[in-house]
């Protein structure tokens, strides 16, 4: 009588099992406990939703010339601040879960925060200067506001 063996099926379930854990460790030694990355480059925003002005506040609605700015930088550069990752913590905020630095500036969240209202206020200053790499623009704000690697 000729035995019938079954085929083992976990193969491609082990390798699978392997890379998803290969992967949780690549995400957690570059991700704070927060969410937020700490190796002091900001990840890749994939510009979503709106990426122009119809939704900033006006920025005569505020008193402060940093705040006034920085919603004039958002309303002349939408589609450069919605591809920009802020490093206040919004997107990773369940409150705010913000998708890019524009939407800092469809509340009056980005009006509070030196951090959102300095992003926007470089991005503008660059974009003034002819550049035109929002990777560029993103590097210069990673060096100015993200947290240091551990050991730099």
Known sequence: MKRVT????????LIASISVLALA??????VGRKGRPTDGHAPVVVATGRSDASFV????????????EAYTAAREIPAVLNQLYCWCGCKENPATHH????ECFES?????????????TIARSMVEQGV?????I????????APKPPGS
């Open 6 to 13: 079954k085929k083992s099926s976990y193969g491609p379930w």
């Open 99 to 102: 998708r890019a630095l524009l």
């Open 108 to 120: 009056e969240h980005g009006s509070g925060c030196d951090i959102c209202m300095g992003e926007a």
């Open 138 to 145: 993103q590097d210069q704000i990673d060096m100015n506001f």
């Open 132 to 136: 035109t790499d929002v990777r560029r």
């Open 57 to 68: 506040l006006d920025p005569a609605r505020f008193n402060d010339s940093r705040q006034r």
């Open 25 to 30: 460790a690549v995400v957690t030694s570059t």
